[in-house]
Nanobody
């Protein structure tokens, strides 16, 4: 059974940095694409970025391009979101999710293909709060 746990959120001043972690259990995270999403109060969830499986190509979303980046530590089965130059508008609950996988019963298996970011995000963490003060 796949479990994703986000951590690293907190309160930071505008211009500061945070690094969020998405740790997985029950699966080898390197076999899946992993994305970060965020949802601010009263707003729809939006994508932050996605890191492909296999080659680790990152697809950042426009709103955070140049400020946020993602990375993997396969030995720790973890994906990170490094957030720099934070703005109050970045305040949200941040979620990680995997794509490029499918469920068979309670077990989660990787699909074929090198990307994964173009598939459904079907395993989610519980989220971590990021608050940026002005």
């Amino acid at each position: 059974q796949v479990q994703l746990v986000e951590s690293g959120g907190g309160l930071v001043q505008a211009g500061g940095s945070l690094r969020l972690s998405c740790a997985a259990s029950g699966v080898t995270l390197a076999s899946y694409a992993v994305a970060w999403f965020r949802q601010a109060p009263g707003k729809e969830r939006e994508g932050v970025g996605c890191i492909r499986r296999n080659d680790g190509t990152i697809y950042p979303f426009n709103s955070v391009k140049g400020r946020f980046t993602m990375s993997r530590d396969n030995a720790k089965n973890t994906v990170y979101l490094q957030m720099n130059s934070l703005e109050p508008e970045d305040t949200a609950v941040y979620y990680c999710a995997t794509a490029g996988g499918y469920y068979s019963g309670s077990r989660y298996y990787p699909t074929k293909g090198d990307n994964g970011c173009d598939e459904d995000f079907n395993a989610w963490g519980q989220g971590t709060q990021v608050t940026v003060s002005s």
